[in-house]
């Protein structure tokens, strides 16, 4: 069959079950495609050769070509993904054109996907190609915020890109949707100088806490979200913020390698959950437990103490 949809789960996650559900849903809407089970954890080889680094995490195939992918157990977007997917293999194979003018429009997206993409051979924290890897070191040296799309994970964007942006090599750096060149024309734009002026620059890590911290008048960072914990300690500190019917929003801390290490120094604050309230570190999971056992939880929770 045309369309394959292999989910990558584990066991011990109830997320994953919820989406096995959602799956055999979808199964019996759009019979064309084939569902795939397949235990992450079972197949070292297979998850690691596709980057899977969580559960669940969906991939999508059509005539044996790796089209798509959904990381996280996001209801909604599998089945719009599905559909989507399910309804382009039932075009017939002579539209041709329409397929063409489809891609050109998901290229255009990715390429607009970030002020600054990086088509790659790998990812930054793994390039493989040596061009690959001296464009992530020129950017990362310069500071320069990007976003990175590994052409090995989709054949059709790898080939469709060439055509698209009439560049035939990797790495290709794009910024606000323009072409800016491959590696040669990055190494002559940082030789002129010219590199800093083109390129967005990262925003500071201190900068980027500080607004996460205030996102919300209520923050915790955790393992996990509000209806997944990924913790025994998040667990309970969402049990004591849920009874006290405050409003509340997390960030997952599992998600972001940078946040995780850099908020401990930032609050000096050696483990999580991390619990703030209007900018301002309250503690962690034994503080808020002593808060609720006073009575003091909620008129902290509220700014009121």
Same mark, same amino acid.
């Given at each position: ?5 292999? %989910? ?12 096995? $559900?959602?799956? $055999?849903?979808?199964?019996?809407? %759009?019979?064309?495609? @084939?569902?795939?089970?397949?235990? +992450?954890?079972?197949?070292? $080889?297979?998850?690691? !050769?596709? /980057?899977?680094?969580?559960?669940? @995490?969906?991939?999508?195939? !059509? ?10 157990? %996001?209801?909604?977007? #599998? @089945? ?5 997917? +399910? ?5 017939? +194979? ?7 003018? =489809? ?7 990715? *390429? ?5 993409? #990086?088509?790659? !051979? /790998? ?10 890897? &001296? ?6 040296? %310069? ?6 799309? =590994? ?39 940082? +030789?002129?100088?010219?590199?800093? @002026?083109?390129?967005? !620059?990262? &925003? ?6 500080? *607004?996460? *911290? ?17 913790? /025994? ?18 960030? =997952? ?33 034994? *503080?808020?437990?002593? #808060? ?8 902290? #929770?509220?700014?009121?103490?």
């Amino acid at each position: 069959r045309s369309v394959v949809v292999v %989910h990558f789960w584990a066991p011990w996650a109830p997320q994953c079950a919820q989406m096995n $559900e959602v799956m $055999e849903a979808l199964a019996k809407e %759009h019979v064309q495609v @084939t569902f795939v089970k397949l235990e +992450a954890e079972a197949v070292p $080889e297979v998850s690691e !050769k596709y /980057g899977i680094s969580s559960v669940p @995490t969906f991939l999508f195939f !059509k005539n044996s070509q790796k089209v798509d992918r959904l990381d996280g157990a %996001h209801a909604p977007e #599998l @089945t719009k993904k599905v559909q989507r997917h +399910a309804s382009s293999a039932s075009v017939s +194979a002579g539209s041709n054109d329409s397929t063409k003018e =489809d891609l050109n429009v998901r290229l255009k997206k990715l *390429i607009n996907a970030a002020p600054c993409m #990086l088509f790659m !051979k /790998g990812s930054p924290k793994e390039p493989r190609c040596g061009f690959s890897k &001296q464009m992530v070191e020129i950017l990362n040296k %310069h500071g320069i915020s990007f976003s990175s799309f =590994d052409i090995f994970s989709d054949e059709e964007v790898r080939q469709g890109l060439k055509t698209y942006s009439n560049w035939p090599t990797y790495p290709q750096l794009y910024v606000a949707g323009e072409l800016i060149g491959g590696l040669d024309i990055v190494k002559e734009l940082e +030789a002129s100088g010219e590199l800093d @002026t083109v390129c967005p !620059k990262a &925003q500071k890590l201190e900068d980027r806490l500080k *607004i996460l *911290i205030n996102k919300a008048p209520v923050m915790l960072f955790m393992k996990g979200s509000k209806q997944v914990a990924k913790c /025994g300690f998040s667990k309970q500190i969402i049990e004591i913020l849920n009874n006290t019917g405050v409003d509340y929003e997390t960030f =997952d801390i599992l998600e972001d390698e940078e946040v995780r290490q850099g908020l401990k120094t930032y609050s000096n604050w050696p483990t999580y959950p991390q619990l703030y309230v209007k900018g301002e570190l309250v503690g962690g999971l034994d *503080i808020v437990k002593e #808060l609720k056992e006073s009575g003091e939880l909620l008129p902290v #929770l509220k700014g009121e103490n």
